[in-house]
Each structure stands twice: as C-alpha cells, then as structure tokens.
C-alpha cells in the first residue's frame, strides 16, 4: 500500500522559511517522480514543484520559482521542499503524490496518481 506521509507545516511570519519532508513507504521510491501540491482559495489544485525519479529534472510553478527547492533522499524514501521567502499567499495545506515515472516530468496535479494527507502551512504576521 503506498503512503505518503507530509510534515514540517507550521505558521510562519513573512519572509520566513519552512522545509517540508515528505517519508514515502510502500512502494519503490526510487523507481517513482514525486511532487507538492497545494490547493488554492477558489482554485484548482497546483502542482507546486516536482521532481523525477533520479532527483535530475525538476519543475517550478512560477509564483514560487526562486524562493522553493525540491529534493530527495532515494536512500531514506523521502522528499522535501525548503520554502524561503514565504509570502501570505502561501497559506494553504501542501500534498506530496507520486506517479510512475514518466519520461516527461508531470506537472500537473492531476497526473499524479498517489496522494498523502496534507501538512498545513500558514503565512501570518
């Protein structure tokens, strides 16, 4: 059974930093792309930033290209997103989900097939 469990949410001030990890289990990690998603008022579901099987290809979605990092540890199952710079806009509950790997890097939420339970992050003064 695959699962995906989400942590390192937490309310943060302004410009402040989070780094979220994401242990995987269940599945081989290593043979699969991951990502963070998050949901936004009024919106659908974004794929914040991904990242291939190899840790090689990442993606960016560009309200957060050059303030978040994605990376993984094939050896502990896990991936994480540092997020620096945090803005209020932030504020929501961040996924990781994962997909077989693809040739092309999926950058779409929808094209994630596992998703865990969420780890709140909220951007407040």
């Known amino acids: 059974e695959v699962q995906l469990q989400a942590s390192g949410g937490g309310l943060v001030q302004p410009g402040g930093s989070l780094r979220l990890s994401c242990a995987a289990s269940g599945f081989a990690f290593n043979n699969y792309d991951m990502s963070w998603l998050r949901q936004l008022p009024g919106k659908g579901v974004e794929c914040v930033s991904a990242?291939?099987?190899?840790?090689?290809?990442?993606y960016y979605a560009g309200s957060v290209k050059g303030r978040f990092t994605i990376s993984r540890d094939n050896h502990k199952n896990t991936v994480y997103l540092q997020m620096n710079n945090l803005k209020p806009e932030d504020t929501t509950v961040y996924y990781c989900a994962a997909v077989p790997h693809r040739t092309i890097l999926p950058t779409v939420a929808q094209e994630y097939d596992h998703w865990g339970k969420g780890t709140l992050v909220t951007v407040s003064s």
């Open positions: 990242i291939d099987s190899a840790g090689i290809s990442t």
